[in-house]
């Protein structure tokens, strides 16, 4: 037996001696052949680049995070094969003070939308249009449409004949016969006071210059403030979308914007916003490319300027830049051949690589300055290509083992990423895993050849912290009680994990500044428009009508709509009261002649007498029945026709009646509502609740907030309590929680078990294997804990540190430990170029990790906060606690130990 242990030995000693050989002799031949390896690496990045600048999509889409097979995804798939027009969509969101602004806003931006069908496939009016101006006063409780009645009652002698004569004449006209009715005891004249007070209001914004044109809806409603849904209209659209743009929907959002300024919303009084699928879509696209740009550059530029402080020879740091660069448009090929397109989460390649890539350079690099100055003494020599040559070899001898064992194991925790449902993430696997071993290749390749080609003279000091002896001496004497405390802080942190809260809600990883994503959070506060909602097919209206009776039970739902919800309760009594109404309205209405415009001067001429007329009755007994608002509308009145020239009467008709039309030609509509029934609603609300092949559609509205994840999971666990299959936003953030944490688990293992079997591969002792992997391990559990206690939540991006972690932290631990092997005894390990080339590869990698926090992108910034925690915790650990382990295990208790530069 102790024959057979012995010739297994060898066996393995052979067999490591023959790869350091393969790998020493791949670096020799590419120093030996510098000019031709080059001349090929730039040809290969050349064509890589062509080929990745042509065949590398970008999709902002969070939905293709995900495995298309997973039983929601079908589902949701299933819904948006229904009902078509409620899939990429633009909802354009309209707001303003005035109801009567707002409406005929939403009419002529809807007008001029249906005119280009080239960009806009279909255009809805969800809350207003022809079915709601005319049926919606049916939706009124019989109460609330009887008071609706008075009012209109009460306004008639304003409302016809100001239609019959609609400029300042007839209103003047109007006004002056409403005084003599309260002068001659015919009126209380309190009904004057909201009309005196809107028109004196809007005659101070004329003179003003900034004019605010009277809302005639409040008015004909008695001067009752309009409700929220009455100032917030939407427009559904489903742009053409241009697949072939970084941007699918940027023309038609750019079309939209220009007919809302073509249409003078501004000076109407009206805000726009984009918001919903194509929109949310196309900006976060834009804060992840242009954070991605930002980020790159930031992360290049300090990383060379870390270089700098750690090589402090610029010819070193050339040869790393232009090693990584060849590396990353490489790798960039890789991603378009491998995979065709980044997402948001896989676009983070370029930066990983970056800050891992450079982690290889210099390792390579600081080994080789370590072995120039043995050679040399840190005097110049007389041959330079010779003592670079030289140190190259003995540069591969000692580096190129650890490098390859630590960028293989980096590349299988990558590499783990791949058996996972979320698709994002395996993208990333598969693309950083590539990376991984582009960068290697390039390192033991592409390095070797610039060096050879810019030799260097010997750093006059050894390449490690000399100054760090006493630290090393302490660290063997006070290893137990180091290795105590890291276990202590290591129990407590594992306390901890249980609060570790995941935020599945895929706004909160926008850029908040965005104005889809600000629209989309203010939207979420509207009952009616929120985008939290859970949608359900039935196989007809009579399962509809079943399921919605249940769904209503729920104490979680506010609202359910089916088809039947555009048909009111009640309309018998209803359309008797707007009989009533139109008999005591219609006539005058339809039947008063039109008078013949005056002309300005007439305008004018009756706005004198009419301030004439006023002036005496607030003068006399009457006065006091018209209040402060008779006041106030005289000294407005008499301040504008103080103005040069008498005031501009074209801007004072404009304001005091352009909003009047609008109102008395929805009362008009609204007069003609008749029965509705299923058969007679219009065809696009029948396509939005009933599909091609007769299922029905539910749409339920959650009452609680559904930004807080458990309310969240509530609404959807009771939806699902009485529809199983349902789908929409709420079931998609819950289920995207649960896919990418189920994800991440596996993921975590397989990194962990791949990583392991592969060091037990390389290295062949389980000693070493766990001291490899016990910092890694506690940086992770101390990491965990610092964002629990910082209440840092993990999302569909930072989660992914976590079994990065794993892939990039197990480098520095391979490099001590390959360094702990090597040598006969104890060696202090923070004296040696190994350790100055950690601290310095820790502190380029979490600056190239770091520049990701500075993303616009908030899910993005997460990313770069919780690597450079993480990235932190595992320096500490490899630089303190790997040590003491390793003196623990040795039995070392003196601090005698032997400096290796």
């Given at each position: ?29 590419c ?9 090929a ?56 003070k ?19 069908p080239?960009?806009?496939?279909t ?13 919606a ?23 016809g ?35 005196f ?29 309009p ?17 072939g ?56 530029g ?58 290889f ?38 580096i ?156 979680e ?19 008797e ?115 091609a ?63 392991t ?14 001291v ?11 990491s ?118």
């Open positions: 037996m102790r024959f057979i242990k012995i010739e297994r030995t060898k066996e393995r000693r052979f067999t490591e001696i023959a790869l350091i050989g393969f790998l020493v002799g791949l670096v020799e031949y120093q030996r052949h510098a000019r031709p390896v080059l001349c690496a730039l040809i290969a990045a050349g064509a890589g680049g062509y080929f990745a600048t042509n065949n590398l999509g970008l999709v902002a889409d969070t939905n293709k995070l995900f495995s298309p097979e997973l039983a929601w995804q079908k589902t949701q798939t299933g819904f948006d094969q229904a009902f078509p027009l409620t899939t990429m969509q633009t909802a354009i969101v309209i707001e303003g005035s109801a009567d602004a707002v409406d005929s806003g939403t009419n002529d931006l809807t007008a001029a939308l249906a005119k280009r080239d960009l806009f496939k255009v809805q009016r969800p809350d207003s249009g022809p079915f709601f101006d005319t049926h006063i049916l939706f009124l409780s019989p109460a609330e449409l009887a008071e609706f009645s008075d009012q209109i009652a009460q306004a008639q002698p304003l409302i004949p100001l239609d019959a004569d609609p400029s300042l004449r007839g209103l003047f006209g109007v006004l002056t016969q409403a005084i003599d009715d309260v002068t001659h005891g015919g009126a209380t004249g309190e009904a004057l006071h909201t009309p007070e809107a028109f004196a209001a809007a005659i101070r914004s004329v003179i003003a210059g900034a004019p605010q044109p009277v809302d005639w809806g409040a008015l004909m409603a008695g001067g009752a403030a409700r929220p849904e009455e100032l917030r209209h939407f427009i559904l659209v489903q742009p053409v979308l241009d697949f743009a970084l941007q699918p929907g940027a023309r038609a959002s750019a079309a939209i914007r220009a007919m809302v300024h073509d249409l003078h919303f501004g000076q109407r009084g009206l805000t726009v916003r984009l918001t919903g699928e194509v929109p949310l879509a196309d900006e976060e696209f834009a804060s992840v490319i242009e954070g991605a740009g930002l980020e790159t550059s930031i992360s290049f300090l990383v060379i300027v870390l270089l700098l402080l750690g090589l402090r020879a610029p010819r070193l740091i050339l040869a790393i830049v232009v090693t990584l660069l060849v590396g990353l448009v490489l790798t960039a090929a890789f991603a378009a051949a491998a995979v065709g397109s980044l997402n948001v989460i896989s676009v983070a390649f370029a930066v990983l690589f970056i800050g891992i890539g450079v982690d350079g210099i390792q390579f690099t600081m080994r080789f300055r370590a072995e120039l100055f043995e050679l040399t003494g840190g005097t110049k020599p007389n041959d330079a290509a010779v003592a670079t040559a030289l140190a190259l070899s003995r540069t591969a001898r000692t190129a083992a650890p490098l390859s064992v630590a960028g293989l194991a980096i590349a299988a925790g990558f590499f783990a990423f791949l058996p996972t449902d979320y698709k994002g993430v395996s993208e990333l696997g598969l693309i950083a895993g590539g990376g991984m071993i582009i960068a290697l290749t390039a390192s033991l390749t592409v390095l070797p050849a610039m060096l050879s080609l810019l030799p260097v003279r010997g750093k006059p000091e050894p390449a490690g912290f000399r100054w760090a002896a006493p630290i090393d001496a302490r660290l063997a004497r006070w290893a137990k009680p180091i290795l105590s405390v890291a276990l202590v802080i290591a129990g407590a942190a594992l306390l901890t994990v249980e609060r570790v809260r995941f935020d599945g809600d895929p706004l909160n990883l926008k850029d908040p500044n965005r104005e889809s994503v600000i629209a989309a959070r203010m939207l979420s506060k509207d009952p009616s428009g929120t985008p939290y909602r859970i949608d359900i097919t039935a196989s007809g209206p009579a399962e509809a009508a079943a399921l919605r009776v249940k769904l209503e039970a729920l104490p739902t506010r609202q359910v709509l089916t088809l039947a919800s555009f048909i009111p309760p009640g309309q018998a009594a209803k359309l009261i707007l009989d009533q109404t139109k008999f005591l309205l219609g006539p005058p209405l339809d039947s008063a002649p039109k008078r013949t415009p005056p002309t300005e001067t007439e305008e004018h001429e009756s706005a004198e007498s009419f301030i004439t007329h006023l002036k005496t009755t607030l003068a006399g007994k009457a006065g006091a029945k018209l209040g402060k608002a008779g006041h106030e509308l005289s000294a407005a009145l008499d301040a504008f026709l103080a103005m040069p020239g008498g005031g501009d009467t074209a801007a004072l008709r404009r304001t005091l009646l352009s909003g009047f039309a609008g109102p008395v030609a929805s009362l008009r509509q609204a007069l003609s509502a008749d029965l509705i029934a299923a058969d007679n609603l219009p065809a696009e609300i029948k396509e939005a609740w009933i599909s092949d007769g299922r029905a559609r539910i749409a339920v509205f959650p009452k609680g907030d559904m930004r807080d994840p458990q309310q969240l999971k509530s609404f959807v666990d009771a939806v699902r309590t009485v529809a199983p299959e349902a789908t929409g936003t709420p079931v998609d953030i819950f289920e995207a929680g649960d896919t990418v944490g189920s994800a991440f688990a596996r993921a975590s293992t397989l990194a962990l078990i791949a990583i079997l592969f060091l037990g591969v390389i290295l062949r002792r389980a000693r070493d294997v766990l490899v992997l016990i910092p890694l391990l506690l940086a992770g559990l101390f965990l804990a610092t964002a629990v206690l910082a209440g840092l939540p993990f999302n569909f991006l930072n989660i992914i540190a976590v079994p990065l972690l794993l892939g990039i932290g197990v480098a520095f631990d391979i490099y001590f430990v390959m360094a702990w092997r090597a040598s006969r005894g104890p060696v202090a390990l923070l004296q040696t170029a190994t350790a100055r080339a950690v601290v310095f590869s820790a502190l380029t990698t979490m600056t190239a990790f770091g520049s990701l926090a500075l993303s616009p992108h908030a899910g993005t910034a997460s990313l770069g906060e919780f690597l450079m925690i993480s990235l932190g915790y595992v320096l500490l650990c490899t630089l303190f606690v790997q040590p003491a382990l390793m003196t623990v295990w040795d039995r070392a208790t003196v601090p005698a130990v032997r400096s290796r530069a």
